[in-house]
Structure formats: structure tokens, C-alpha cells
């Protein structure tokens, strides 16, 4: 087994959220070091996460692959997506729909999901919830570890559109 070569510092994450090719050869170099080969479709696809600003399904990644036209099978997208789970360079991230969703290991944040068309954008609270953390803690003598909160309603375009 491997040990996971790259954890993120929480103070690394406002970098992280414009990340660029030159972080992708990062993440490239800590997996070569880690013994793992480099192979054009692992680029490609820490391309797309590296710049996605949303979680991504198996299905998105051969989207794009295919316009990259990078030929590759689900298979592939299967085991490259649990390796770079496994190194924790990526996190699952399911909803109620049940399609699991990936994104690069950031900081703790939130996401807002349209209704309509499914789509999810990450966002950050300007406050946390530490102190709601707190009573609740201490009104339910409960041991919070961490918590999830998704915003759900209708993006943009689908305001537009009548009904
Ligand atoms: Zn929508
Ligand atoms: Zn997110
Ligand atoms: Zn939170």
C-alpha cells in the first residue's frame, strides 16, 4: 500500500482555489514520488479537477476527456479516480441523488445545488457555524466531529426560465 503523499494545509486553500498548471505538475511530482507513473489521462483529469469549481462525477470526467479527445474507457476514469481518492488529493462528495461527486482537497466548505438542473457551486459561509457547534454541543451533549450543509434552490438559469 502507499501512504498519501500530499495534505493540504487549511492556509494553502485561497491559493488552492485558483490553482494552475503549475500545481498540477505539483500534485504530478508528489505522485511520481509516491511510485506512481505519470500518465497523460491522470494530467488531464487533475486538469479538470484543478479548475473546476464544482464536485465532478465519473461521467463528467469522460465528458471532458472525450473533448480532450483522450481516448479512455470507464475503467480508467474508475481506477484514476480511486487512486487520487486514495492519495487524498481528491474528496467524494455525495448528495441525495446518489451520484458520487469528487473535488480537490480543500479546506471545509459548503455547496449550493439547483433543483432543477442539478448543478452544485462550492461556497464559502463568511462565518462558520463554530459557535451554533458549540450549543449544540453543549445542549445535546453531543461530540460534534464535523458537519455538512448544502443550500438547495434554483441557479440562476433556471430563474429565467418560465414555467
Ligand atoms: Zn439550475
Ligand atoms: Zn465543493
Ligand atoms: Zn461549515
Redesign the pocket.
Known amino acids: 500500500m502507499h501512504k498519501a503523499v500530499w495534505s493540504i494545509d487549511k492556509r494553502d486553500t485561497v491559493a488552492l482555489r485558483y490553482i494552475n498548471m503549475k500545481n498540477v505538475e505539483g500534485i504530478m511530482s508528489k505522485l511520481r514520488e509516491g511510485g506512481f507513473r505519470s500518465t497523460k489521462t491522470r494530467r488531464v483529469i487533475l486538469d479538470l479537477f484543478c479548475n473546476s469549481k464544482k464536485p465532478l462525477s465519473c461521467r463528467d470526467i469522460q465528458k471532458y476527456l472525450k473533448q480532450k479527445s483522450t481516448s479512455t474507457n470507464r475503467t480508467t476514469v474508475y481506477r484514476e479516480v480511486a487512486l487520487l481518492k486514495s492519495e487524498k488529493i481528491i474528496e467524494e462528495f455525495q448528495l441525495s441523488d446518489g451520484v458520487r461527486r469528487y473535488e480537490i482537497l480543500l479546506n471545509h466548505h459548503h455547496h449550493t445545488v439547483?433543483l432543477?438542473?442539478r448543478?452544485i457551486n462550492c461556497i464559502e459561509l463568511e462565518q462558520e457555524l463554530n459557535n451554533q457547534e458549540m450549543q449544540i454541543e453543549k445542549n445535546n451533549k453531543f461530540k460534534i466531529i464535523s458537519h455538512s450543509l448544502e443550500f438547495y434552490g434554483?441557479?440562476q438559469?433556471?430563474q429565467a426560465v418560465k414555467k
Open positions: 439547483c432543477k438542473c448543478e434554483l441557479c438559469k433556471c
